[in-house]
């Protein structure tokens, strides 16, 4: 690979200037289009992604295979909630993803419940809405609510006012509970003991089936070191009436592997080894990753793996975590940050990466997440093409600079030759 084309480090800067900007932005505007509503695991629009993200990879030349795995008690809002307060005959309705949402430890209820408002450890709580106080765990708030409508809790919301959908969290506890906007929450508050509110919690809990796609570009020799390229798919999911693309989270991500893997497939030696996985359910806990982290460790397997969640927007720098006997690979990831001028700054990358690292992999995560991510605000405008650009020739020239000398990075930790 080397000889016919320079310097590692010339053939890095080849590779890295063939990364097309165009092609990852069309492949992010297409996951995050209504066709596949969010893709939430186990959902119609989480298959239909994944059908054409298994076409896009053989089309690459890959041998492409899916595998099925349970997920359980995945949260659904499978109806917007009716919620309206008032003081005396003055009401408000409140607005389903920005003032008022559901928790993910609410119980299911279709049907209105109203009561007046209360504080949560303060008030008799017998039919009434309990306001919890800022500061006061869920937990605590449990301590007393006998006979109680339901919690309200405050939350925080994105720069564009928007409340975080979450699907990975607690089990679902015997009562109501909404969340709302902290201003929303501080009026609230500040009636309890005169107000009432009237509300809904409409959210089921289904077990479904996640499915991981695992691409394998031409096998090489039986002594070459694996590069295992990995990104999440699903998302969270639209809610009803609200579209939830998931461009940045993780469409982004899903984009650079995939332009990655364009890129280098072509050209790899045989002395290293190209393995794609697009991972189903990170959402609801990284259960993908788990389950293909298992898998690999029962059969043997140990590719060294760069994980990419978010490529939306860079913050002066790109985000990486290491896990796992990761330290040749964290050196050759910041060799190829210098080869291609892209910041790199440890910090927290909480996605797949972690369960690789756990699994005794070498992994690293990359991320460069925008805000309004989990939410209508992450859309594919948003998401800076520059941003894809540079994380995707970061990947490429990091494989391109493991190709010359693939042994050394198999070397247990504290190797120092």
Partial sequence: MTSAAGSPASMA????????AERMTTTVAAL???????RRVGTPGGAAARAWLADHLTALGARVETDDFPVRAVPDIYAAPTVTWGVGDVAADLTF???????????????VRRGLLGVAGSDDPTGRW???PAGMSLFDAYRDTRG????????AVDADGWQYTTLAGPDPGPLPVLTLDPRTHSVVLSAAGEGWMSANTPLRRADATGTNIYATFDRPSPRAVELLLTAHYDGVGDHPGLRQPGASDNASGVAVVLEAARVLSAVLPDELGLSV???DAEEIGALGSAHHSSRLRASGGNPLVINVDGAGRLDQAAAVEAGGP????????????RHTGLPLAAGPVASDNRRYGVAGLAAVGIGAGMAGY????????????????AIARLVVATVSLAAPTPATLSSPIGDRR
């Fill in 13 to 20: 800067a080849r590779l890295a200037g063939a990364v097309s």
């Fill in 32 to 38: 995050a289009a209504d066709d596949f509503a969010g």
């Fill in 97 to 111: 993803g920005r003032e008022v949402s559901i928790h993910p430890a609410s119980t299911d209820t279709i049907e």
């Fill in 130 to 132: 309990l306001v919890v």
């Fill in 148 to 155: 109680a409508a339901g919690l309200l809790l405050s939350r």
């Fill in 277 to 279: 996985a697009l991972l």
């Fill in 326 to 337: 990761a330290h040749r690979l964290l050196a050759l990831l910041d060799q190829a940050g």
């Fill in 374 to 389: 989990h939410s209508p605000a992450d859309t594919p405008d948003r998401v800076d093409p520059h941003t894809l650009t």
